[in-house]
DNA sequence: TGCTAAACGGAGACGGTCTCCGTATCGTGG
DNA sequence: CCACGATACGGAGACCGTCTCCGTTTAGCA
């Protein structure tokens, strides 16, 4: 990759990651081009569709989710504690910025998403938190762990769609812990 | 009213029903203009925004509503069935096309969404439900029945968008009806 | 330093939204 | 029955975002 190119790429990306979140992800991308001072045909080279463009934005949250992860495994406390807290995280995870939730829990599944390996990396995360919980027989049979994905995706997209704060957030997460766990 | 002008409202109302359901609620307003064999302005001239399209739409929508809610106080069983019955109902009933459930779940709790009187209308629903089991002593206690909206909203979004079907979903509504009822 | 492959970037086609306003139609009062 | 004013129609076109094509520029090697 030529020097001029990779200094572009970069700046799109920089530039990108801080006008999604300002704007979500529907913002014009001519916009972001602009705004990092390079032609529309330039952005589009690199990232022939906006998916591509979310993808290289979510590089560096790799690395988040597992920190995440460590930190939910290292949980003090019940079972419905644990599981409480992980998707608490989840959800600050995949709230990346507007309309965040909603892409990532539906790339779930497709295994053609642009953003799959990144959605492995996050369901994966969860399967081991959940397997965990499960060898410990704290939870139900028969749970899913892609639907515990969708679920807390589920909440997590309403709550960015209707601007709900961690509050208002927390109890439906509870919820859904309560639905889990074993009685 | 004028004659012709009822007689473009309605057909309007008509073709939009089956785009939306056809497209999705992302559709082109021009083809729905096209369609009904009307010009575009004469669409904008009754609907000055796509929400306010929409709110036509949901007109008969109420009435489907409120047998529903007849069915479900209807239902003999424990209280989880009736939960679990209620939610899948409730799944039907705002996935009216593409991006129905993100749509009406989103409008609740904003005091100026044109589909607001919609909205209130199932809330309500939803509330003379929940409540009646609350009444049974059924429910555990601090379950707020906006909440339940939220997350079975939430549940039918993320199907909406995964397209999943009746059998995927079931299995969330449990784990959420599972979460509600008192153990 | 000269050359070529690589990258740039902007003009513009396309499709969707929405408006403005000249034209056509309804339906009423004479 | 018909003329006229109010009402409604509808299409041309401005505007914006997406995405492409291709003439121009530049990096970096020999």
């Known amino acids: 990759m030529r020097a001029d190119a990779k200094r572009n790429y970069d700046r799109i990306v920089e530039v990108a990651r801080e006008v999604f979140r300002e704007q979500g992800y529907d ?16 952005l589009y080279r690199h990232f022939p569709t906006r998916d591509a463009l979310l993808d290289a934005i979510m590089q560096s949250w790799v690395q988040r989710v597992g920190e995440a992860t460590e930190k939910a495994l290292a949980h003090e406390g019940s079972a419905r504690d644990l599981l409480v807290a992980w998707f608490e995280e989840y959800v600050r995870l995949i709230s990346v910025h507007k309309g965040g939730p909603a892409k990532i829990t539906s790339a779930m599944g497709d295994p053609d998403s642009p953003i799959r390996t990144k959605c492995q990396v996050l369901t994966d995360a969860n399967a081991k938190v959940v397997e965990r919980l ?8 028969g749970v899913e762990t892609l639907q515990v994905c969708r679920l807390i995706g589920g909440v997590a997209t309403v709550a960015d769609q209707s601007d709900l704060d961690e509050t208002a957030v927390r109890p439906m997460l509870e919820v859904v812990a309560d639905g889990l766990v074993s009685s």
């Open 134 to 141: 499960r060898d410990e027989g704290a939870l139900k049979d």
């Open 27 to 42: 913002a014009s991308l001519d916009e972001i081009a602009k705004r990092a001072g390079v032609g529309p045909g330039t």
